[in-house]
């Protein structure tokens, strides 16, 4: 046991010399050798280089008796267990993410405990090699990770070749040049060093010996294994009592995960509802509030962070600003009109904060116009607050860029009526409520982007160097109805803005 630790610390240290290897999976590997956990990365060796350096995902096969152990250590070393929506889900594999503080990004570690094949939609075959793959598994010569032996790659590169391209699933059909391509470089590769003697042995103690002569041939003869029909047809014959559903049944599946997908689709581009397609946070969803004056980095720091998230976990982008984020129907044709508003009104009341401000009443033309819009606007964020909410509840990670507050009224997202003494009470009970939905609905987390009176003047040259001091006190005080509150300091370089963000995030993950 200490032999094998010994020779695992030294690969671990060679590696960060022979590849980009993210620290993370440098540090899980490092404790499955330490463990002596039964496991292996069990797709092309030829891309195991870009799976540890975080361009790929990180496909492990670990042994059914080591399944806890191996999770243990996962979690252990920061990795979370994020499950896949019922309609994508299988339930022998297991789907962690990790992030790599170094390099920023979100890594992804599948553990699979039987090995799963098939078309892109469906993976409806179980390849029943486990205990011999990982028996034959060996370490790789420069980095800390147990991969196929030659052979076993080479069989089950042939399997799955003859087994994921379909007519009938669409995700195959939209990429079958690249899956051909990957195929025709691996198959490349192997048999660079797959010796054939060992490799028709190997195919003749899985496959029996007729079947074994077909392997060989169709492999060593540098034919597209994709388009060996009839060895296709052999393999789907040989493995069809290890499929998990009939002909008939997986076609449905198939067909009602491609119209599942489709409409995830429609509705990222088009409706934007709150429904999860994809991932769900661990423990369920949660929202996170970014909040700041103006000019302090609110919209490029909610973007930024809804683009980390997004290629492996649900996520619903909130704007609840009236500036430029995406109106609803009721809110878009009042926003067409505001720059004749604003043309109209020159100047505007104490409580504004850009443009020329009057410690004058309110004209009366100004009265109406935010009358109005005072209304639109509370009912747009009562709208958006109870989205929000039941993306969450559905395990969706929503980010919001700004929130609703009543505590400093006419102030970040605040009520707008009490700047009109004489607005009527009703009115300003309706606008009311909607706020104090706001602190009913806390955020799971609130960054506040916090600047100085300086960088705020000149990022925004139009508002009031008065209001600016004002909002900066302000801002420190608000609680958001109790939510977690991190304050990070926004006028240091924005890398390191992104990265404090990203840790609390992941912390709150």
């Avoid at 070393?77 to 992030?99: E, M, N, T």
Wanted: hydrophobic share 40%; charged share 25%.
């Amino acid at each position: 046991m200490t032999e094998m630790t010994d020779r695992g610390d030294a690969l671990f240290e060679n590696a960060k010399h022979e590849v980009a290897v993210l620290p993370l999976f440098l540090a899980v590997l490092n404790e499955f050798n330490r463990e002596n956990i039964s496991y292996c990365y069990w797709k092309s060796s030829r891309r195991v280089h870009r799976a540890l350096s975080g361009e790929g995902d990180l496909d492990l096969l670990v042994g059914r008796a080591d399944q806890h152990r191996a999770r243990s250590v996962l979690l252990q070393q920061g990795l979370k267990l994020f499950p896949c929506v019922a309609a994508r889900d299988h339930p022998s594999i297991s789907s962690f993410l990790g992030y790599d503080e170094p390099s920023g990004r979100l890594l992804h570690l599948h553990l699979h405990f039987h090995l799963i094949v098939g078309e892109p939609l469906l993976k409806n075959y179980r390849i029943p090699w486990e205990d011999e793959i990982l028996a034959r598994s060996r370490r790789h010569k420069n980095l800390p990770i147990r991969v196929l032996d030659p052979s076993s790659e080479a069989l089950l590169l042939t399997v799955r070749a003859c087994l994921e391209p379909s007519w009938f699933d669409p995700i195959a059909l939209r990429d079958r040049e690249r899956i051909m391509t990957k195929f025709a470089l691996d198959h490349e590769e192997l048999t660079k060093q797959v010796d054939a003697p060992v490799f028709e042995s190997r195919a003749a103690a899985l496959f029996g010996n007729s079947l074994a002569n077909l392997l060989r041939s169709a492999f060593f003869e540098r034919k597209d294994l994709t388009r060996h029909r009839p060895l296709r047809r052999l393999i789907r014959r040989h493995f069809a009592a290890s499929r998990s559903y009939g002909s008939i049944e997986a076609r449905v599946r198939s067909a009602g995960r491609a119209l599942f997908g489709l409409a995830a689709a429609v509705n990222h581009r088009l409706l934007h509802l709150p429904r999860p397609a994809r991932r769900l946070a661990p423990g369920g969803g949660c929202r996170v509030a970014i909040v700041g004056l103006d000019g302090s980095g609110k919209s490029t720091v909610s973007s930024t962070m809804r683009d980390w998230l997004a290629p492996e976990v649900d996520v619903a982008s909130i704007y609840f600003g009236i500036g430029d984020g995406r109106p609803s129907l009721l809110m878009r044709p009042f926003k067409l009109i505001v720059p004749l508003a604003s043309r109209l009104v020159r100047t505007k009341p104490k409580g504004a904060s850009h443009g020329k401000i009057s410690d004058k009443p309110p004209t009366l033309l100004y009265s109406m116009l935010l009358l109005v819009w005072a209304s639109v606007v509370a009912r747009e964020k009562r709208t958006k607050l109870a989205t929000s909410s039941r993306a969450a509840n559905r395990g969706v990670v929503v980010i919001t860029d700004r929130y609703p507050q009543d505590e400093i009224p006419s102030f970040n997202d605040g009520p707008m009526l009490p700047r009109l003494p004489k607005a009527p009470p009703w009115l300003r009970r309706l606008e009311a409520s909607s706020y104090a939905l706001a602190n009913r609905l806390a955020p799971d987390l609130v960054i506040k982007l916090i600047v100085g009176p300086e960088i705020t003047a000149k990022r925004e040259p139009d508002m009031d160097r008065a209001v600016i001091k004002e909002r900066i006190e302000g801002l420190r005080r608000l609680t958001f109805g109790g939510a977690r509150i991190v304050c990070v300091d926004a006028q240091q370089p924005l890398p390191s803005v992104l990265a404090e963000v990203r840790r609390e995030i992941w912390r709150l993950l």
